[in-house]
């Protein structure tokens, strides 16, 4: 068994709460492994501000590091409202992009799809219109201020991240369904 394999068995068996890193994307998050293969790792997420962020899919070449334990992750972690934690074991396959699109899509009938090896800042909140094997249309949700509903084609080999049922996804579906 290789190191990275024992530590994430153990993250997930024992709910230990950790930071992600992906430093390519100048991101981290903290979060629960829920699952992972040799490929994807999902993680249950909590945002800086110790809130509840549903959960994102990444692929684990993207990341660079994980750490745990020690003073910062302790005192976030006594600041989590556990009761806000997904109580029913989602279970989303992680064989490919695809059946994780498929996934989320039939899970929270939303996602964020991030593509940033293309442009860091750049995310896309919507529903899945169709997809195939190379490529995914997103019913876009747009932005808040614009609240514009368009069509987008993404490449899979583009997409570097899946977010599912956030604060900031939860709040633009509240807007699009007033």
Known sequence: MNLRKKYLDKLRNEQILANFYTDNYDESDYGFVVDYNDDFLLIEKFDDECNYDGFTIFFLSNISRIR???????????LIDYSKRQLDKINIDLNSIQTILEGISK???HLTVHVQDLDKGICF??????????????????????????????????????????????????????
């Open 68 to 78: 745990w334990s020690g003073n910062d992750i302790y005192s976030i972690s006594k």
């Open 125 to 178: 909140i919507g529903k899945i219109h169709e997809m195939d094997d190379h490529f995914v249309v997103i019913h876009e949700f747009g932005t808040m201020s614009s609240l514009d509903r368009k069509f987008i084609l993404l490449g899979m080999e583009d997409i570097t991240r899946i977010d599912a049922c956030g604060q900031y996804e939860n709040n633009l579906i509240r807007l699009f369904n007033q």
């Open 107 to 109: 899970t929270f009938n």
